[in-house]
């Protein structure tokens, strides 16, 4: 075997006993096949930042010291880069990037970012971003124990912040920089949203379906301007912007929904599970495929799906229920209450709610609520130990080969129709 200084993995061959010639004289083979581990003894080194934490004032340049420790055979690289945190590329700090290189025995390495002198710095806070190490060369490792972990290795700089008080809480309320950033993205998007395509170039040679869709949606996007982009305050303006939109949509489609099914006279507990579900879901089913595709594990689509069922319940029943009972409770029974029919029967609520609660209240029929939730509850365990069997499968709850994507899909769907079916069959009978 040949010694050098360059990493490599663990590597082995074999060596392996042939048949004797026939004039030879008689042998026995213990072990015909022997293996042979060549073991690497070439450690390229861990790599980490001097101090994980640094200080610096506007107009210095920091200068970072990337260590190589437990080990400096061969030459190796690493890559590096600056993220921005309340502090702004271009704005606060100079954006640096590049890869630094080691050679054999080569202790550190240094990198160099300019602190930039901002106009709008004496108002705000103190601010930071970080730079981080990426992409080493193979058999490079870094310290588990840093920020970062095994991934990457992080270093935060802060830039101090203004000798004055009062100033820097009005930095820590608002972002100057950041502000104007969001504001040209802001703007930005208000453009993008009014041209086919999002621009004038890909406006001019958009086809007709391309121009048909953005007529359709038109009205939304005008609406939807009101979003800003989710780089100003935090994402919070962003969130809660998006909610109200997102709520208001969602009652729009429910009303609607609701209106269509009075129209072709469906009952009310039908046109709630099909056309004002469909209205209010679709919002949370394109999310969900949003989340499936720009993440890398289902977490996000099928959380997203959880969290807006039990928004549904626990929020639109909930809140809406309790208001309501607090209403009640204070307005107390009057004659009209009393006199009030109990859903399409011919009995009011003085026949079936007086004896037991004379002092009134807040009354919502069951109706065909229990056999609804119980078909519902069958399908839900249907449907998480089919995502488990994924999971054992194809290693994940999305994914696999395009057939059986299809057909799963379809399976999931079909869950759906058994439910629509059961529940609207049972409404009408009962």
């Excluded at 015909?32 to 506007?58: S, W």
């Excluded at 004896?355 to 807040?362: A, E, N, Q, R």
């Excluded at 629509?420 to 009962?430: H, T």
């Amino acid at each position: 075997t040949w010694d050098d200084d360059k990493w490599q993995p663990d590597e082995e061959f074999y060596v392996e006993l042939a048949e004797a010639p026939d004039n030879a004289t008689q042998l026995f083979f213990g072990a015909r096949v022997a293996t042979v581990h060549v073991l690497n003894d070439d450690v390229p080194g861990t790599l980490g930042f001097e101090a994980e934490e640094v200080q610096a004032r506007e107009g210095d340049v920091v200068v970072l010291s990337v260590l190589r420790t437990m080990g400096k055979c061969g030459d190796i690289t690493v890559q590096y880069s600056t993220v921005d945190g309340t502090a702004i590329a271009g704005k606060d700090y100079e954006a640096v990037s590049g890869a630094l290189a080691f050679t054999e025995n080569t202790e550190f390495q240094l990198v160099k970012i300019p602190i930039l002198v901002s106009a709008s710095h004496a108002l705000e806070a103190a601010e930071s971003f970080q730079i981080h190490l990426h992409d080493p060369s193979p058999g490079v490792l870094f310290d588990k124990h840093t920020d970062g972990g095994e991934d990457t290795a992080i270093c935060t700089v802060t830039i101090a912040a203004h000798g004055r008080r009062f100033r820097p809480f009005l930095g820590w309320l608002c972002n100057t920089d950041r502000l104007r950033l969001g504001m040209h993205q802001w703007a930005d998007q208000i453009l993008e949203s009014l041209y086919v395509g999002g621009s004038p170039e890909e406006q001019a040679g958009s086809s007709f379906v391309a121009w048909a869709l953005h007529a359709s949606s038109f009205l939304w996007r005008v609406l939807f301007m009101a979003v800003p982009p989710a780089s100003l305050f935090g994402g919070w303006a962003c969130f809660f912007a998006a909610l109200v939109m997102i709520g208001l949509v969602t009652a729009l489609a429910g009303d609607l929904a609701s209106l269509l099914g009075c129209c072709m006279d469906i009952p009310d507990d039908i046109t709630a599970i099909t056309l004002v579900a469909l209205g209010t879901s679709l919002p949370d089913t394109i999310a969900s495929k949003v989340a499936a595709q720009q993440s890398d594990t289902a977490d996000d689509a099928i959380g997203n799906i959880n969290g807006s069922n039990s928004v549904n319940v626990f929020l639109g029943l909930g809140l809406s229920w309790t208001i309501a009972s607090i209403y009640w409770y204070k307005k107390g029974p009057s004659d009209d209450f009393w006199n009030h029919r109990v859903g399409t029967t011919d009995q009011v609520y003085r026949d079936v709610y007086y004896d037991d609660y004379p002092g009134g209240g807040f009354f919502v029929m069951s109706g065909t609520l229990v056999f609804t939730v119980a078909v519902f509850t069958v399908g839900a365990f249907i449907c998480l130990g089919f995502l488990w069997w994924r999971r054992w499968k194809y290693g994940g709850e999305l994914g696999g080969p395009k057939r059986d994507q299809y057909r799963d899909s379809v399976f999931l769907v079909m869950l759906w129709i058994i439910f629509i079916l059961a529940s609207s069959l049972y409404s009408i009978a009962s």
